[in-house]
C-alpha cells in the first residue's frame, strides 16, 4: 500500500522530490491561503513550480514536452528521480502530473 506520509518523510534525503504546483507567491507564504485556516508556505525541501508555467498563454495549452521539462529542471527539478506533486486542494498538482 503506497503511503505518503512515508514518501514525504523520505524526501528529506532526496530519493524523492515533492513539487508544489501552486503560484511562488503562496508557495513562499508571501500571500494568505485563499482558505481559511490553510497554512501558507510550501513543505519544507519541496520545489516550486508553478502550474501556468506548463501552459502556453497564447493556446491555452500545455507546452511541447521538451519545454515542460526544460521548466521543471530550472525548477530545480531531477526528472529521473520520483516525485510528489502537491498544491492547496490537489487540483493544480494534477497539470504537474500531466507535465511528466
Do not use: W
Amino acid at each position: 500500500m503506497h503511503n505518503a506520509a512515508h514518501d514525504l518523510y523520505h524526501s528529506k534525503d532526496g530519493a524523492i522530490q515533492v513539487v508544489d504546483a501552486r503560484s511562488a507567491e503562496r508557495f513562499t507564504g508571501a500571500v494568505a491561503e485563499p482558505r481559511a485556516g490553510v497554512r501558507s508556505g510550501g513543505i519544507k525541501n519541496a520545489n516550486n513550480v508553478p502550474f501556468n508555467l506548463l501552459v502556453d498563454p497564447a493556446t491555452g495549452m500545455m507546452r511541447s514536452d521538451e519545454e515542460i521539462r526544460a521548466v521543471f529542471e530550472k525548477q530545480g527539478v531531477n526528472m529521473d528521480k520520483p516525485i510528489i506533486n502537491t498544491c492547496g486542494s490537489g487540483v493544480t498538482a494534477c497539470v504537474l502530473e500531466l507535465g511528466q
